[in-house]
């Protein structure tokens, strides 16, 4: 992990420094789409972790659902032999 | 026609040579944040991402060919879905990290203890004091209260992680969102494939009976 020198304020005290802190908040930055296009700088840690709260609520949802579709089509699925014989040759 | 992406996605996951993953793996998740590609970050390593597909896959046939006999309400076909669909995301992530071990930990709880549910931690240094940690790293310009309630409330999102200290957190976030959208891309494809195959059944039903 690379440290920027010109923003070292406590040397050896914390084993955690805050250039750990702040390359972990870009890092994470990048991650959530919202926040990508703009300059790193320019937005504040409390931002980016008040995306990054919504950013994993709303994959929550999606995921919740994708599960509730996926299980509709699972059981729907389940009736028809034929059918799941092509999508098991299909993914197997 | 099912689409050429979804079906690569999944029809890929035999080739998977366990050897090289591992070694992929290391230099991936270090590589993985700095490949800002097309749209989103890859999580983990492509084989680690078609082995995640193939158990999905397996798993989920085993959770609708479970739930035949006695007819279950949508909601429990539904939990059932995300309960494996969270679980196979856990097993894939090899216990590296702790919210997979938390999501594994939960599950084995669960079903061993149906009558009262404990909500013990499952971290993996129990004996730690949690209270230190967050006051030892104080004093510096990023503890104002309103980023250490932003920081609680992320500690909640992400499973197996409210004791622990900040930088940690946002690692375990960032690895965390990473595999969520890894496990949204694989369950979309899914679905496409499902509801396409669907689609050209009834559609040569149909033809067949005319």
């Known amino acids: 992990m690379s440290s920027r020198r010109s923003h070292s304020r406590q040397s050896g005290s914390s084993r955690i420094t805050e250039d750990q802190i702040a390359d972990l908040v870009s890092k994470l930055q990048r991650l959530i789409p919202e926040l990508r296009n703009r300059h790193s700088d320019k937005v504040s840690a409390s ?34 032999s034929d059918q799941a014989a092509i999508i098991r040759s299909l993914l197997m | 026609m099912i689409s ?6 999944f029809q890929n996951s035999y080739e998977a040579d366990a050897s090289l993953e591992s070694s ?17 970050v890859k999580w983990r390593s492509e084989s680690t991402q078609r082995i995640y597909a193939v158990k999905l896959v397996e798993a989920l046939k085993r959770t609708s060919s479970r739930n035949d006999p006695p007819t279950p309400s949508a909601a429990a076909g539904e939990r059932a879905v995300r309960d494996v669909a969270d679980r196979v995301l856990a097993m ?4 590296r990290t702790r919210w997979s071990r938390a999501i594994l930990a939960s599950r084995l709880r669960f079903t061993r203890l149906r009558r009262h549910r404990k909500v013990k931690k499952p971290s993996s240094s129990a004996g730690r004091p949690r209270k230190l940690l967050p006051a030892a790293a104080d004093g510096q310009k990023k503890r104002f209260p309103a980023v250490e ?57 149909s033809s067949s009976q005319a």
């Open chain 2, 149 to 205: 309630n932003r920081v609680k409330v992320l500690s909640r999102l992400v499973p197996g992680c409210r004791g622990i200290p900040v930088a940690n957190l946002l690692e375990e976030a960032g690895d965390y969102i990473a595999a969520l959208q890894m496990q949204v891309r694989a369950m979309t494809a899914l679905t496409e494939i499902i509801s396409l195959s669907q689609d050209d059944r009834l559609g040569s039903s």
């Open chain 2, 24 to 40: 992929r793996m290391k230099r991936r998740k270090i590589e993985a944040e700095s490949h800002s590609s097309e749209t989103e």
């Open chain 2, 4 to 9: 050429m992406d979804s079906q690569i996605f």
């Open chain 1, 47 to 80: 931002k980016v972790l008040q995306e990054t709260c919504n950013y994993i609520r709303s994959l929550h949802k999606e995921v919740d659902d994708l599960s509730e579709r996926l299980s509709e089509l699972l059981a729907s699925l389940e009736t028809d």
């Open chain 2, 92 to 95: 894939a992530a090899k216990g």
